[in-house]
């Protein structure tokens, strides 16, 4: 293998392989949920064990917070809430309804890139908006009130996460001269800050849904090994090939979560998705993949 094919190999073999994996971390968090360590907590252990363990590497970029500190601060608000609404969405919700509908994520970010960063839409960024629009339409789409509408609080969490993730993409494009460093101790940092304090007012509004659990020692430390081994490995497969590959090919290798997320879901639960649901998520899913494509240099 050549030095160019190596550079073009090892970054798309990091990428598949990442996006694999979130989609199917979904599955070992399950287990933990039902050791009794579920929810927030869950959350805040395995962020808060990725954080811990990159700390050697990324304290250095403490200094860059001064810097930008509102765009910072910004960043840690939507990675804190794209991440632990996610987690409370997989664990409740049906997970390819959950994850297509995260992944309107680039319809987000295409109207926030043309709203903030002054970014054109494309004729083919419009068709993805069009087509991954009608998509979320279909899936949402509540016989009962005869409108589109989420269908319970996985669908919130999965439309928010989606939401605050397209946001924290938008406001890192923005911070050019910030390291990837100080970008990875924002992520998950934020999700401490914007957890914790949820504990908090959770408790003081209703102590009954905020317990704090009680779980074995070997659940305590499966979701240790999660946090290193899952959240703080995917993390950096995933910023290393969209580090070293162009934005368009790293987001239609992406799009392999969906895949996984489909697989694991045939093979290792009973959850049925409709006909409906389907051919919704099939337009998410090719509004995804041009909005990926519109963001390559020539325009399709």
């Known amino acids: 293998m050549s030095s160019n094919d190596a550079r073009r190999f090892y970054p798309a073999l990091a990428m598949m392989i990442g996006a694999s994996l979130w989609g199917v971390i979904w599955y070992p968090m399950r287990l933990l949920e039902a050791g009794g360590l579920g929810g927030i907590w869950l959350t805040l252990t395995l962020y808060g ?46 997970i390819l309804r959950v994850l297509l509908l995260f992944y309107l994520s680039p319809l987000w970010a295409t109207l926030m890139g043309w709203l903030f960063l002054h970014e054109r839409i494309t004729r ?52 050019q001269d910030v390291s990837i460093e100080a970008k990875v101790l924002s992520v998950w940092s934020g999700v401490m800050i914007v957890g914790v304090p949820m504990i908090v007012i959770g408790f003081v509004i209703d102590p009954d849904s905020i317990r704090m659990p009680h779980p074995s020692g070997s659940i305590l430390v499966s979701a240790v090994a ?16 969209v ?33 409906r649901e389907w051919v919704g998520g ?19």
Request: hydrophobic share 55%; glycine share 8%.
């Open 124 to 175: 083919t960024g419009f068709a993805s908006l069009v087509i991954a629009m009608s998509g979320a339409l279909l899936m949402l789409w509540n016989p009962i009130l005869g409108a589109p509408w989420p269908q319970g609080k996985a669908d919130w969490m999965a439309l928010t996460a989606g939401f605050a993730f397209a946001l924290s993409n938008v406001v890192t494009r923005k911070l």
């Open 243 to 275: 580090t070293h590959m162009p934005v368009h090919r790293s987001a239609v290798l992406a799009l392999i979560e969906l895949v996984a997320g489909a697989i694991a879901q045939q093979l290792l639960t009973d959850e049925v998705v409709t006909l």
């Open 49 to 94: 064990t990725a954080l811990i363990a990159s700390l050697p590497r990324t304290a250095r970029a403490i200094p860059e917070f001064a810097r930008s500190p509102g765009w910072l601060a910004l960043l840690m608000l939507a990675a804190g809430w794209t991440n632990i609404a996610f987690v409370e969405a997989v664990l409740e919700g049906n």
């Open 282 to 300: 099939g337009l998410i899913v090719v509004g995804a993949y041009l909005s990926a494509r519109a963001s390559s240099p020539k325009d399709y």
């Open 226 to 241: 999660l946090g290193l081994f899952g959240i703080l490995l995917m993390t950096l497969l995933v910023q290393y090939g």
